[in-house]
């Protein structure tokens, strides 16, 4: 019975844990769908702002038709080679005229506002132009747009169509919205929950897909020039330097194959920088992008690898943020030396097992955990992995740190052993002791006997009842 309602009560304690899951389970799901989509305006070619900083008409910037491109993944790098386009013809932005635009004193509210969206002062405008680098978009790309509308810069977050003009900065981020001079911050939203609105003359275009739509976050240095793709010949790579127009352009062949360089070890950042001037980019496997500092495990395909200008590689990355335990994971990375790790963990925990043999449920512990994987024990117990790693492989280092230990701890090894290999006999010891037992309970059953004298006790009271002597008495009386 006692069984019955343990299980029974076991049964309802895990039902209503399962429950309580679910419940969880639904409501974050439903909190999830019923988050509202962020609203994005969409901004297509050639259709002018209703706001414009700058007028449109006078042909600040030259947009061009091309067909947005799919990208792995909804962040990208603003270094990654071919993200931007570029064309022969000269003059897509035209940096001299903002410039002077935006110096003209009738200008001047308005150069304050546009200053202010980047942080900067009037003075400072020039300079921040002169390092600014025109280019194509050539996806679909998200942006936080500006509108001025009563001497006041007015955010949105916007869907640029790929074949717009845009000023990029030093980082690869859209800065300047060439046609009509709309200052550009990058978008901070989730690109996967977006609801893009095509209205005042903005008609869902052709190619238009959501799930194609990329926002660029900064590249993790100052870039010096920009790997851009002929917008009319694919096959036509340009090398842009940072703060030029493009008379400076250098070309080469898009079509000729790169080298996937060797990854495995090295941080996020560094990967990506490699790959990046070799021509490819760096794509990651999960959301969002990796911290600089994440080290890399594996990429896809491996190094060796030959692709085309352009194409991108998969990290898998461990780690990052600055985070101490996780960077074992380069070593990890390392596979020549993950053998002998996993053939450490039974020789660390073997140790373990003989400084703690007092518990004896201690050492299935440790001896479950190895299994688990050789990474845990790596990043769960830093501080006690290490002795062991480095106390394992020098054998002859235990007996000079353990002499001191060794002199007392003989006896204690000599019954530590016998305790860790009499564990088995421990349990067989227990069965003799048992025997001894039946003796001390048959010599108790011998006592018994005596017990049967007591009926002669009672009957030789028998007999002197009938007394011959009172016959003699009373014959003699």
Known sequence: MNIRAFMRGAGIRVVRRIAVLLVLVLVTSGCDRDAPLLVVRAVAVGVPSLAPFFDESQGLGHDAEIRSLAAPGSLQQGDTPGLYGGTKQPGICDVEQLKEFLADPRND?????????FGITTEEIPGFLDRLTPVLLRHDTLVKNHDYKKEKAVPFDSLLQAGIAVLVDEQGVPAVKCSCGNPLRPFTGDADRIDVKFQHGNKAWKGYDRSSVVAVRPASRQLERLALVDVDEPQRGIDRPIGTTGEKDTTFNTRKVRTVPSLTGTTFGEASRKLADNGLGASYDGEGLPPDDARVTASDPPAGTELRFGEYVVLRVAGGSGRASTPPGPGGSESTHTPPTSSDPPTSSGPPASSD??????PPSSSSAPPSSSPPPSS???????PPSS???PSPEPPTSAPPTTTSAPPEITSGPPESISAPPTTAPEAPPEPPKPPTTAPEAPPEPPEPPEPPTTAPEIPPEPPTTDPATSAQA
């Open 391 to 393: 106390d394992d492989p």
């Open 357 to 362: 043999p007092p518990s004896s449920s201690t």
């Open 109 to 117: 509210r308005k150069a304050q506002v546009w200053a202010g969206v």
């Open 380 to 386: 769960d117990p830093p501080p006690s992995s290490p």
